[in-house]
Protein backbone atom coordinates (compact mmCIF):
# COMPACT_ATOMS: atom_id res chain seq x y z
CA UNK A 1 0.00 0.00 0.00
CA UNK A 2 1.00 3.52 -0.88
CA UNK A 3 -0.02 6.75 1.43
CA UNK A 4 1.43 10.08 0.70
CA UNK A 5 2.47 12.02 3.62
CA UNK A 6 2.48 15.50 4.98
CA UNK A 7 5.64 16.95 5.29
CA UNK A 8 5.59 17.09 9.43
CA UNK A 9 3.93 13.57 9.89
CA UNK A 10 7.11 12.48 7.69
CA UNK A 11 9.28 13.89 10.73
CA UNK A 12 7.40 12.22 13.38
CA UNK A 13 7.78 8.93 11.20
CA UNK A 14 11.77 9.68 11.19
CA UNK A 15 11.60 10.78 14.85
CA UNK A 16 10.35 7.77 15.85
CA UNK A 17 12.00 5.32 13.42
CA UNK A 18 14.57 3.91 15.85
CA UNK A 19 11.48 2.90 18.43
CA UNK A 20 9.73 1.49 15.59
CA UNK A 21 11.98 -0.86 14.38
CA UNK A 22 12.74 -2.57 18.08
CA UNK A 23 9.44 -2.49 18.42
CA UNK A 24 8.99 -4.77 15.34
CA UNK A 25 12.01 -7.08 15.91
CA UNK A 26 11.18 -7.51 18.93
CA UNK A 27 7.22 -8.35 18.85
CA UNK A 28 7.04 -10.10 15.29
CA UNK A 29 3.59 -11.02 15.86
CA UNK A 30 3.17 -7.35 16.01
CA UNK A 31 -0.30 -5.47 14.69
CA UNK A 32 1.25 -2.32 14.36
CA UNK A 33 1.81 -1.51 10.41
CA UNK A 34 4.83 -2.70 9.04
CA UNK A 35 6.75 0.10 7.06
CA UNK A 36 8.98 -0.61 3.77
CA UNK A 37 10.23 2.34 2.79
CA UNK A 38 9.72 6.38 3.00
CA UNK A 39 10.17 8.19 -0.22
CA UNK A 40 10.04 11.62 -1.55
CA UNK A 41 9.83 12.61 -5.28
CA UNK A 42 9.54 15.90 -7.54
CA UNK A 43 9.26 15.69 -10.55
CA UNK A 44 10.68 19.26 -11.87
CA UNK A 45 12.44 22.26 -10.46
CA UNK A 46 9.38 24.20 -9.49
CA UNK A 47 7.05 21.30 -8.44
CA UNK A 48 6.40 20.29 -5.33
CA UNK A 49 7.97 17.60 -3.47
CA UNK A 50 5.41 14.61 -2.67
CA UNK A 51 6.20 12.20 0.17
CA UNK A 52 4.83 8.78 0.84
CA UNK A 53 5.40 5.79 2.62
CA UNK A 54 4.75 2.20 1.55
CA UNK A 55 3.19 -0.16 4.02
CA UNK A 56 2.34 -3.57 4.29
CA UNK A 57 -1.11 -4.10 2.90
CA UNK A 58 -3.30 -4.77 5.88
CA UNK A 59 -5.75 -7.11 4.34
CA UNK A 60 -3.71 -9.18 2.09
CA UNK A 61 -5.35 -12.68 2.22
CA UNK A 62 -5.97 -15.95 0.48
CA UNK A 63 -9.60 -15.62 2.08
CA UNK A 64 -12.43 -12.97 0.82
CA UNK A 65 -12.94 -10.69 3.87
CA UNK A 66 -16.32 -9.80 3.89
CA UNK A 67 -16.79 -7.10 6.20
CA UNK A 68 -14.13 -4.28 7.21
CA UNK A 69 -13.66 -2.43 10.91
CA UNK A 70 -12.13 0.35 11.50
CA UNK A 71 -12.33 0.66 15.25
CA UNK A 72 -11.01 3.61 17.31
CA UNK A 73 -13.17 2.52 21.14
CA UNK A 74 -14.93 6.04 20.37
CA UNK A 75 -18.77 6.40 19.49
CA UNK A 76 -18.72 9.80 18.58
CA UNK A 77 -19.39 9.55 14.74
CA UNK A 78 -18.10 6.02 14.69
CA UNK A 79 -21.55 4.71 12.50
CA UNK A 80 -20.94 4.49 8.48
CA UNK A 81 -23.50 6.43 6.68
CA UNK A 82 -23.88 4.12 3.94
CA UNK A 83 -27.31 2.61 3.47
CA UNK A 84 -27.48 -1.02 4.54
CA UNK A 85 -27.99 -2.16 1.14
CA UNK A 86 -25.13 -0.18 -0.42
CA UNK A 87 -22.42 -1.76 2.16
CA UNK A 88 -20.36 -4.24 0.44
CA UNK A 89 -16.93 -6.26 1.42
CA UNK A 90 -14.95 -3.03 0.08
CA UNK A 91 -17.12 -0.80 2.89
CA UNK A 92 -15.28 0.49 5.97
CA UNK A 93 -17.51 0.15 8.81
CA UNK A 94 -16.91 1.73 12.05
CA UNK A 95 -17.29 0.96 15.75
CA UNK A 96 -21.21 1.24 15.93
CA UNK A 97 -21.37 -0.82 13.01
CA UNK A 98 -19.76 -3.62 14.53
CA UNK A 99 -22.65 -6.29 15.35
CA UNK A 100 -20.41 -9.39 16.11
CA UNK A 101 -19.05 -11.01 18.97
CA UNK A 102 -15.71 -12.85 18.21
CA UNK A 103 -14.58 -16.04 20.34
CA UNK A 104 -11.24 -16.69 20.61
CA UNK A 105 -9.70 -19.83 22.28
CA UNK A 106 -8.43 -18.63 25.53
CA UNK A 107 -4.75 -18.75 24.97
CA UNK A 108 -5.55 -16.47 21.61
CA UNK A 109 -7.29 -14.03 23.15
CA UNK A 110 -4.65 -13.87 26.02
CA UNK A 111 -2.13 -13.69 23.34
CA UNK A 112 -4.00 -10.65 21.18
CA UNK A 113 -4.41 -8.98 24.44
CA UNK A 114 -0.91 -8.97 25.64
CA UNK A 115 -0.21 -7.93 21.77
CA UNK A 116 -2.69 -5.17 21.65
CA UNK A 117 -1.20 -4.46 25.37
CA UNK A 118 2.73 -4.16 23.67
CA UNK A 119 1.50 -2.02 20.66
CA UNK A 120 -0.90 0.73 22.63
CA UNK A 121 2.26 1.15 25.13
CA UNK A 122 4.68 1.74 22.17
CA UNK A 123 2.07 4.01 20.79
CA UNK A 124 1.94 5.92 24.25
CA UNK A 125 5.24 6.35 24.21
CA UNK A 126 5.68 7.56 20.69
CA UNK A 127 2.91 9.97 22.08
CA UNK A 128 0.70 8.71 19.18
CA UNK A 129 -2.98 9.57 19.42
CA UNK A 130 -4.88 8.84 16.59
CA UNK A 131 -4.89 4.96 15.50
CA UNK A 132 -7.41 2.44 15.29
CA UNK A 133 -8.15 -1.14 15.59
CA UNK A 134 -8.45 -2.71 11.48
CA UNK A 135 -10.56 -5.90 11.74
CA UNK A 136 -11.30 -7.98 8.63
CA UNK A 137 -13.83 -10.66 8.92
CA UNK A 138 -14.14 -13.82 6.76
CA UNK A 139 -17.10 -15.67 6.62
CA UNK A 140 -16.38 -19.27 6.03
CA UNK A 141 -19.02 -21.12 3.56
CA UNK A 142 -20.84 -18.17 2.10
CA UNK A 143 -20.57 -19.08 -1.50
CA UNK A 144 -22.74 -16.76 -4.07
CA UNK A 145 -25.06 -19.21 -6.08
CA UNK A 146 -24.02 -16.96 -9.06
CA UNK A 147 -20.20 -17.27 -9.02
CA UNK A 148 -17.71 -19.06 -7.21
CA UNK A 149 -16.71 -16.29 -5.08
CA UNK A 150 -18.08 -16.41 -1.43
CA UNK A 151 -20.75 -14.17 -0.78
CA UNK A 152 -21.30 -11.45 1.74
CA UNK A 153 -23.67 -13.25 4.14
CA UNK A 154 -26.93 -11.70 4.54
CA UNK A 155 -27.84 -12.78 8.42
CA UNK A 156 -31.50 -11.98 10.17
CA UNK A 157 -30.94 -10.17 13.29
CA UNK A 158 -32.64 -13.48 14.65
CA UNK A 159 -29.95 -15.34 13.24
CA UNK A 160 -27.39 -13.12 13.72
CA UNK A 161 -28.44 -13.40 17.47
CA UNK A 162 -28.31 -16.64 17.58
CA UNK A 163 -25.02 -17.56 15.84
CA UNK A 164 -23.19 -14.92 18.01
CA UNK A 165 -24.38 -16.79 21.59
CA UNK A 166 -23.53 -19.80 20.38
CA UNK A 167 -21.59 -19.92 17.08
CA UNK A 168 -21.33 -23.37 16.96
CA UNK A 169 -25.14 -24.22 15.85
CA UNK A 170 -24.88 -22.24 12.71
CA UNK A 171 -23.09 -23.38 9.60
CA UNK A 172 -21.05 -20.38 9.01
CA UNK A 173 -18.38 -19.65 10.97
CA UNK A 174 -16.26 -16.02 11.23
CA UNK A 175 -12.83 -16.17 10.79
CA UNK A 176 -11.18 -12.51 11.63
CA UNK A 177 -8.17 -11.08 11.27
CA UNK A 178 -7.17 -8.16 13.72
CA UNK A 179 -4.63 -5.77 12.01
CA UNK A 180 -3.82 -2.56 14.08
CA UNK A 181 -2.99 0.94 11.79
CA UNK A 182 -1.80 3.89 13.48
CA UNK A 183 -2.13 7.45 11.61
CA UNK A 184 0.83 9.35 12.13
Keep these: MIKTMKKSEVKILLKMLQAYYK ?3 AFENTLVTKFFGLHCVKSGPHQKKVRFVIMGNLFCSDHTIHRRFDLKG ?3 GRITDKPQAEIDE ?3 LKDLD ?3 I ?3 QKQW ?3 FQRQVDKDCEFLEQEKIMDYSLLVGV ?3 GAIDIDSDEPATPRLSRWDRDHFLSDPNSCR ?3 VFQALQRFCI
Design 23 to 25: HVR
Design 74 to 76: SSL
Design 90 to 92: YTT
Design 98 to 100: LNF
Design 102 to 104: FRL
Design 109 to 111: FQE
Design 138 to 140: HFR
Design 172 to 174: SKT
